[in-house]
């Protein structure tokens, strides 16, 4: 396993991201790959301490393992290949099919390895995941939700893949009163007092079709090409997978990233473009509709490793009663109806989060 092994070819610069009580510490043999994921992670860095979770990333071409994988199950609606693992003692190796990275993740070792200046993303994904496990491993209840704060109380936002949580978010986030809290990975801890809500750090991923028709986000693609995109018919540039990072303390100015906070709301987002029927917003009873917890429960996903050593499996259940048990104090709202950004964002600051 000399692909995945650290060695003293590791640079001296070292990486800290300090995210409340856990403090992350990324080293690797690239001193490119360190500078793009500091710049990245700029808004949580830290000076040198004593790390809880320690990650090393090995830039060097696709390791070839003679292993057999297995293919991780995908969620249902999404196709292709995405991940394959295969479990060894005391650990397990995840490979990225489409590019070739492979990562192992054990509880005192934690490597990626492959072109990882390249397909940096994946790296930030892996170095986000270890968080995701200490947060787990600590009770936390992992969303599929974006999740924003404004004027101290949280909202969640969730749906199906294709709903517009991010789009909804970013427009929210042209209020001055609103921050970023997390995009796609909203984590919920319900204790003594209010249900508490916190973000990993991974900044908004967005799609074209959200950046083509947000004069604040236009900046993110060359013009030609902004042009180009609004020639597309509507349905087909929803569609479009490519993925555009946005810097949220360029974008929107510092200060705009917080990583908890009382969690007031969760919407659920129902709604439909091509529906007939205007935007409607009512509260709900979670428990009464179990059609769309199911768009709100996620995945630990591969890289999970319980307290015990053991990992998560593709096939294991989600706990219904986990969500209902933590979201039981919070007010839910579903949207439904016809898709209007304008008018959501309106109704969640002057009525949901009022």
Not at 257 to 285: F, G, N, Y
Request: hydrophobic content about 40%; aromatic content about 8%.
């Amino acid at each position: 396993m000399s692909a995945l092994r650290a060695d003293e070819s590791l640079c001296v610069d070292e990486l800290y991201i300090a995210l409340i009580d856990c403090t992350l510490r990324v080293r690797s043999n690239s001193t490119a790959l360190l500078a793009d994921l500091a710049g990245y992670y700029s808004h949580v860095a830290s000076d040198p301490v004593t790390p809880d979770i320690d990650i090393v990333a090995i830039e060097r071409d696709a390791p070839e393992l003679d292993l057999d994988f297995a293919d991780w199950k995908r969620a249902p609606g999404k196709a292709g290949r995405k991940d394959a693992y295969v479990d060894l003692p005391g650990g397990r190796l995840v490979r990225k099919v489409r590019t070739g990275m492979v990562f192992l993740q054990s509880e005192s070792r934690r490597v990626a390895a492959g072109p990882c200046q390249k397909y940096s993303s994946q790296v930030i994904n892996f170095i986000n995941s270890q968080y995701m496990n200490w947060l787990q491993n600590r009770g936390w209840l992992i969303c599929h939700a974006a999740g924003l704060v404004y004027r101290g109380k949280g909202l969640g936002i969730a749906g199906f893949a294709g709903a517009g949580k991010s789009t909804l978010m970013l427009h929210l986030m042209e209020d001055d009163d609103v921050s970023f809290l997390t995009n796609d990975r909203l984590f919920i801890h319900a204790g003594s007092g209010p249900v508490l809500a916190r973000g990993i750090p991974k900044l908004p991923r967005i799609n074209p079709g959200t950046i083509v028709h947000n004069a604040r986000l236009h900046s993110l693609i060359p013009v030609p090409q902004r042009k180009a995109l609004l020639q597309m018919p509507a349905g087909e540039l929803r569609d479009l997978e490519e993925k555009y990072d946005v810097p949220v303390d360029r974008v929107f100015g510092s200060g705009r990233i917080q990583q908890e906070t009382p969690l007031a709301a969760l919407l659920i987002l129902d709604w439909r473009h091509d529906s007939a029927r205007e935007l409607q917003v009512e509260r709900i009873k979670l428990a009464e509709r179990r059609d769309l917890l199911e768009a709100l429960m996620k995945s630990p996903g591969p890289f999970y490793q319980y307290p015990d050593g053991s990992f998560q499996q593709d096939t294991t259940p989600f706990d219904d009663s986990a969500y209902l048990d933590a979201l039981d104090g919070v007010a839910v709202y579903v949207a439904s109806g016809r898709v209007d950004f304008p008018a959501l964002s309106e109704r969640c600051l002057q009525e949901i989060l009022a």
